[in-house]
């Protein structure tokens, strides 16, 4: 088993930074693909970013790219997403998880954690 929590979300303006991070335990971090997934109210849950378990490769929504940079600290056993210059759009419920190989469907992973509320005002 895995066990993510989230933190780092809240209320910010349009053009603001917010710095998510998701800390692990349980099983090996270093095993695991991590993914970054947020929640509209109404939409389906999307898949915004995901790295590979050594950090040498990151995976973009097109929503997001040039903005959102995804990261992750095998020592530290975090993943962060830093969320730049954000816009009313990128409101939503944000959830990182977990998987053993790369993917960005949601239903392929297998561990998530509770979500953090980001919400920009324009």
């Known amino acids: 088993q895995v066990q993510l929590v989230e933190s780092g979300g809240g209320l910010v303006q349009a053009g603001e930074s917010l710095r998510l991070s998701c800390v692990a335990s349980g099983r090996t971090f270093t095993n695991y693909f991590m993914g970054w997934f947020r929640q509209a109210p109404g939409k389906e849950r999307e898949f915004v970013a995901g790295i590979t378990w050594g950090g040498r490769y990151t995976y973009y929504a097109e929503s997001v790219k040039g903005r959102f940079t995804i990261s992750r600290s095998n020592i530290k056993n975090t993943a962060y997403l830093q969320m730049n210059s954000l816009k009313p759009e990128d409101t939503a419920v944000y959830s990182c998880?977990?998987?053993?190989?790369?993917?960005?469907?949601?239903?392929?992973?297998?561990?998530w954690g509770q979500g953090t509320q980001v919400t920009v005002s324009s």
């Open positions: 998880a977990a998987r053993l190989g790369y993917s960005t469907s949601d239903y392929e992973y297998d561990y």
